[in-house]
């Protein structure tokens, strides 16, 4: 015994339990309680002030019932202890006052959980919560005064405000069963507490229906279980608040990263347009020496210097051809595009030049252009057109089928280019009009491009009012239709 546990010994045991029965110890009791509550109230208000979030109005409101009551049972017993009061402490009139308290902010406390069940019925639920709350205070009210007459004996009175209470906790077990709190990981930590409590005045029941009376050694082992509850209470606020303050920093996290990436691809479109820009000038120069040094003005060439020139020629166009898409992109991003109107018969956007590229490329071109009079920017859809038709061509191996068709409804008017080319996954359907994207890798890709047709054809279609839709089947091929409405 020597191991300074000697205080342990059931002598000093039944001295503490003898102490916090009598109202000196009561007082510390319900003291240390209502500092605790006061301390919960401040943290789950302070959150509220943050988060406007209305369950943390609901628990702040439980809490400051539960503080209220023990506040007003401490002056009741500070009047007892320090000086001659009205109450003494086994007053019965003590006693119903204190379970009146405890009852109804129990109640309030339970409301906060019960709240989202009503959801958006907020006016209802107040309504009833408030009807409870008179309802409850007159049964204790009637209690009383049964007990003071000599009606009902004080051990059955105990056992009604015990069960009614204990009617009352079980309530918000009733509702997390049903699974209607928002944050269960929360509300079960809560409700674990609230069970640890409620084994009072359950254990007070079984007590009365069993031996008639609430044994006065369950009183005795009872004391700890509210400090219990408190400290399960507190802890599970705490770490709800916690949980809280981590995710909201997560987030704030996330937003920075986002911000910094917007403007990053800021700096990447700018710095795109500037070297588009730059590029055009020297590019058209470099065509036009190009194609004077073809047609031999400065000087004959041979048969291979001939051919190279060619070369040369060709990957200046797509250079050229380059640097215009993504100067064009830029423009219908800026808003900056205007397009020019005209009434035409839609078939005169089908350039013959590109059926003939895919003829030569060993592919079978079906036409199905039905006349009808549109009105759009030609040029513009003609584009659209060559986009559509060059990817058809570019995707499809010798041997394939492209299906050009366009017409007409009483609303809109279509364009669609159909191929039996390689298709595309699923997964990347979504992306495939958006700025440079491309389903294959750009390192291993055998096709040329930059990924900005397809993003072109949009906005195009879009600046008519219209939409583009693609199906598509892996290994099949793939249908792209333009759809704009006439009007
Ligand atoms: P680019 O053709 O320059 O790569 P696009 O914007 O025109 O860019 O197309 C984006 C991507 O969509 C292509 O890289 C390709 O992966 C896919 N794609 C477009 N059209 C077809 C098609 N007809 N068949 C298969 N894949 C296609």
New binding site residues.
């Given amino acids: 015994m020597a191991l300074g546990l000697e205080f342990l010994d059931i002598t000093s045991f039944r001295r503490l339990a003898f102490f916090l029965g009598t109202p000196a110890g009561e007082l510390l009791k319900r003291a240390v309680e209502m500092a605790f509550y006061l301390l919960i109230v401040y943290m789950i208000f302070t959150e509220y002030r943050q988060r406007q979030r209305r369950d943390y109005k609901y628990l702040a409101a439980g809490f400051f019932a539960l503080f209220a009551r023990n506040a007003i049972l401490s002056a009741i017993l500070f009047t007892d202890v320090f000086g001659p009061s009205p109450f003494t402490r086994f007053s019965v009139a003590l006693f119903f006052l204190d379970q009146t308290l405890e009852t109804i902010a129990l109640l309030s406390l339970v409301s906060a959980f019960l709240f989202p069940v009503f959801k958006e019925r907020t006016m209802r639920f107040q309504g009833l919560v408030a009807l409870w709350l008179v309802g409850l205070g007159l049964v204790h009210l009637g209690l009383y005064t049964l007990v003071r007459n000599g009606l009902v004996t004080l051990n059955l009175g105990e056992a009604l405000v015990d069960s009614i209470q204990a009617g009352v906790l079980l309530l918000s077990f009733f509702v997390i069963r049903k699974g209607a709190y928002p944050n269960l990981k929360f509300a079960r930590s809560v409700l674990v507490a609230f069970a640890v409590y409620l084994a009072g005045p359950l254990s007070n029941v079984i007590s009365y229906l069993v031996i008639g009376h609430v044994d006065l050694r369950l009183r005795v082992l009872e004391h700890p279980l509210p400090f219990i509850s408190l400290f399960l209470l507190l802890r599970a606020v705490y770490l709800n608040m916690v949980d809280k303050a981590g995710l909201y920093s997560k987030l704030k996290e996330s937003e920075e990263t986002i911000a910094r990436e917007k403007e990053l691809s800021q700096m990447k479109d700018n710095f795109i347009s500037i070297v588009s820009h730059e590029l055009r000038t020297p590019i058209t120069s470099m065509k036009l020496y190009l194609s004077l040094l073809r047609e031999g003005r400065f000087g004959k060439l041979s048969i291979r210097q001939g051919k190279a020139m060619k070369t040369v020629y060709d990957e200046s166009t797509r250079l050229s051809d380059l640097i215009n898409d993504l100067l064009t992109i830029k423009k219908m991003e800026s808003g900056k595009l205007e397009l020019e109107m005209s009434t035409f018969d839609l078939p005169e956007i089908i350039d013959d030049l590109y059926v003939r590229i895919a003829k030569e490329k060993g592919l079978k071109v079906v036409k199905h252009a039905n006349h009808c009079l549109v009105k759009g920017d030609k040029n513009r859809l003609k584009q659209v057109f060559i986009?559509?038709m060059?990817?058809?061509i570019?995707?499809?191996s010798k041997g394939g089928k492209i299906t050009i068709s366009c017409g007409s409804s009483k609303a809109e008017w279509w364009l669609s280019?159909s191929?039996t080319?390689?298709?595309?996954p699923p997964a990347?359907l979504p992306k495939?009009?958006d700025k440079f994207?491309?389903?294959?890798d750009a390192l291993t890709?055998k096709?040329?491009?930059?990924?900005?047709?397809?993003?072109i054809?949009k906005q195009i279609v879009e600046l008519h009012g219209g939409s583009v839709d693609v199906k598509?089947k892996l290994g099949k091929?793939?249908t792209?239709t333009a759809w704009i409405p006439k009007t």
């Fill in positions: 986009n559509l060059n990817n058809a570019k995707f499809s280019v191929d080319g390689v298709g595309i990347d495939i009009f994207y491309q389903v294959e890709r096709n040329q491009g930059i990924g900005l047709g397809l993003a054809v598509s091929g793939s792209f």
